[in-house]
């Protein structure tokens, strides 16, 4: 019996075994066997699997279609592929912005509400994607102040803003040889607001000012700076700057080669510089400008829209370690709830949070992108 006359039988039969009760499946079962030569247990697996037309699917009836999977689908890829928990943190602050573009009826913005982060996992399957693998690092250690540099290992005694871990990476393609761009990226620790800026080299000098210009735009004073043991840290132009003002700036290090004593910023280099600038090298100093101002409106898109987790507690019971979360907020949100940031502030924070929106944001970040990649051509 050749193989589509075993299908066009199939086919006459399916419907059959279906509507048919226990008993008279087993006859029919034997009877396909037979005549197919098929195992029995190779011809239940052919019945189960050609569905009969009009029979219900198995399972509990979908409580999401394809406008949910829309919607989420388009506010996940904009928000730079957020994972499922902190994707149900950022629902509520992107809905209103999206709303304004698209006619959302209530009942579908209550089930965007209702679905849960394992849920998202599911549905967002299909559109994932992986990424590539990690680039080369460029820290080299410096020998120098590391008696006057004291180490830090443990940040959890921080309750307010103002503490920073700040790192450095290397945008040389295959190769550190030579000239080329760098990125200064510094995190607040309390918060989890993030500046960037490109310096080219990490000579003392660039570095510095870099620090200097990123201080004067954050929200909050600056009281204490960790970084690793790079030579572009641990310099005496760094250390004076720091030293020498009214109200010193805490100045410390992490340990050689542990990079959890840095945690907070090192977790930031592929979210802040590589899905933004890739692994390109970029050895033209005057494409610098165009870098600072994409990561001028990445820091609006990140600190006011994209939550974040931070961690409260990490315990070890037994050979375990159990973590707890707070519940995941922004950057901005955070420090509206601080006591530490003062009211004038705040209403400054609050009016440029008014006058931002998320999606042009994303456009405006996506077509720096492309000026920056068509540099390199």
Request: net charge positive; hydrophobic share 35%.
């Amino acid at each position: 019996m050749s193989n589509e006359s075993k299908q066009e039988y199939l086919a006459a039969i399916i419907g059959r075994y279906h509507r048919a009760g226990r008993k008279y499946k087993k006859s029919i079962l034997d009877e396909f066997c037979s005549i197919c030569g098929y195992h029995r247990k190779h011809a239940i697996r052919l019945l189960r699997r050609v569905k009969a037309r009009g029979r219900r699917r198995c399972g509990a009836e979908r409580q999401y279609g394809p406008e949910v999977i829309a919607v989420l689908k388009e506010i996940w890829l904009v928000s730079d592929r957020l994972c499922s928990k902190l994707l149900k943190a950022a629902l509520p602050v992107w809905l209103p912005f999206y709303r304004q573009t698209h006619e959302l009826p209530k009942e579908l913005c209550d089930q965007l509400f209702r679905i849960s982060p394992a849920t998202m996992d599911r549905l967002l399957k299909p559109v994932r994607k992986q990424y590539g693998s990690r680039g080369r690092c460029g820290t080299r250690p410096g020998t120098l102040l590391k008696h006057l540099i004291p180490i830090k290992t443990d940040q959890t005694d921080v309750n307010k803003p103002g503490f920073l871990e700040a790192d450095t990476v290397a945008h040389c393609g295959n190769s550190l040889a030579g000239n080329f761009v760098w990125s200064l990226t510094m995190t607040d620790i309390f918060s989890g607001w993030t500046e960037n800026r490109a310096v080219w080299n990490k000579g003392y000098t660039g570095v510095k000012q870099a620090v200097a210009d990123i201080e004067t735009g954050l929200p909050f004073k600056l009281l204490g700076f960790q970084t690793d043991n790079g030579g572009e840290f641990l310099n005496y132009h760094l250390v004076q700057y720091f030293a020498e003002r009214e109200l010193p700036v805490a100045f410390t290090r992490g340990r050689p080669y542990h990079k959890n004593d840095t945690a907070h910023v090192e977790q930031k280099n592929w979210t802040s510089v590589r899905l933004l600038l890739g692994y390109h090298r970029f050895e033209n100093e005057n494409i610098i400008p165009l870098i600072n101002e994409l990561y001028r409106l990445w820091a609006w898109y990140h600190n006011f829209y994209c939550p974040s987790l931070k961690l409260m507690s990490k315990s070890k019971v037994g050979s375990r370690y159990i973590k707890k979360y707070a519940v995941p907020q922004t950057p901005y949100h955070r420090l509206m709830e601080s006591t530490e940031v003062d009211e004038v502030m705040k209403t400054h924070l609050t009016e440029l949070y008014c006058n931002l929106n998320p999606f042009s944001l994303k456009k405006q970040i996506d077509y720096k992108q492309r000026l920056i990649l068509n540099q390199l051509r």
